[in-house]
């Protein structure tokens, strides 16, 4: 069974960057495609960043051009590269593994952005 850990979240003025980690202790590669998701308290966990199995991005509108979702092998572990971080940003990121359904969720990383 994998797990999902997250890591690096915490508080960050307006126009800061942050680097959320996904340590994986099963595998993330292959055919399995990794997400990044935000859940604010009383609204839908939201789909922000994939990187699909073949190595694709995709990102929401909401973030696309300052965050970017990577994922590096050796470490076994995907990354989500926060920059130009707004208030609006603010809620808990979860990462996932998906192989036709997700099939894995992290425990989630709380993002504070606030002056």
């Known amino acids: 069974q994998v797990q999902l850990v997250e890591s690096g979240g915490g508080l960050k003025q307006p126009g800061g960057s942050l680097r959320l980690s996904c340590a994986a202790s099963?595998?993330?590669?292959?055919?399995?495609?990794m997400n990044w998701y935000r859940q604010a308290t009383g609204k839908e966990r939201e789909l922000i960043a994939t990187?699909?199995?073949?190595?694709?991005?995709t990102y929401a509108d909401s973030v696309k051009g300052r965050f970017t979702i990577s994922r590096v092998n050796a470490q076994n572990t995907v990354y989500l590269q926060m920059n130009a971080l707004k208030p609006e940003d603010t809620t808990v990121y979860y990462c996932?593994?998906?192989?036709?359904?997700?099939?894995?969720w992290g425990q989630g990383a709380q993002v504070i952005v606030s002056s």
């Open positions: 990187r699909h199995s073949g190595g694709t991005t």
């Open positions: 099963g595998s993330i590669f292959g055919t399995y495609t």
């Open positions: 996932s593994r998906q192989q036709g359904g997700v099939d894995c």
